[in-house]
């Protein structure tokens, strides 16, 4: 069985200092954090959703996923994913992501669906994200990256038949 991390996790360590753990751990593969930092947060100690050290920003993405490829390869683990906070729809930053897991070496990466709120109706938010998904799978056929779907209690693919429902 082949094991994997999720940087969230490990809030603390730098990239290097992850794979050097997961190598240690033995587990094969890295799944990178694709977040910003938010700059009253580089002041505060370490945390999962705010100071996450392991985290490559949407930003400065071109300056830093070398390093986090090259600590990868260093300690001899794969990057198996990028995982983005994408909003459904915006093609933008979508692009940039898979441009960002391309060059990170990734295989997968996440991309957003619709949140649900009660406020837009369930068929109005599915055909939003149908449309998205089918730009999204000709960026992933471009950048040879897979796009993965996380099933998310506050999306509307909260169970894996809503997910492969979107994807079908």
């Known amino acids: 069985m082949k094991l994997s991390v999720f940087t969230v996790a490990t809030p603390d360590l730098t990239g290097d ?45 071109e300056e830093q996923v070398s390093a986090f ?3 990868a390869k260093k300690h001899d683990r794969q990057s198996i994913a990028l995982v983005p906070y994408l909003s459904c729809g915006d093609l933008l930053a979508t692009e940039q992501a898979f441009q960002a897991a391309q060059a990170l070496g990734a295989s997968v990466m996440r991309v957003g669906v619709p949140g649900y709120d009660r ?18 799978q000709e960026m992933a056929q471009q950048y040879k990256v897979k796009a993965v779907v996380e099933t998310h209690h506050q999306t509307i693919a909260p169970t894996a038949s809503l997910a492969y429902r979107l994807v079908q």
Do not use: F, M
């Open 69 to 71: 490829r090259e600590a």
């Open 119 to 136: 406020k837009t109706s369930y068929p109005e938010l599915y055909k939003q994200a149908v449309h998205y998904l089918s730009e999204v």
């Open 17 to 61: 200092e992850l794979a050097s753990a997961a190598a240690a751990a033995g587990i094969e593969g890295i799944e990178w954090r694709y977040r910003g930092i938010p700059a009253d947060a580089l002041s505060e100690e370490p945390s999962y959703w705010r100071h996450n050290r392991c985290s490559i920003d949407p930003d400065q993405w």
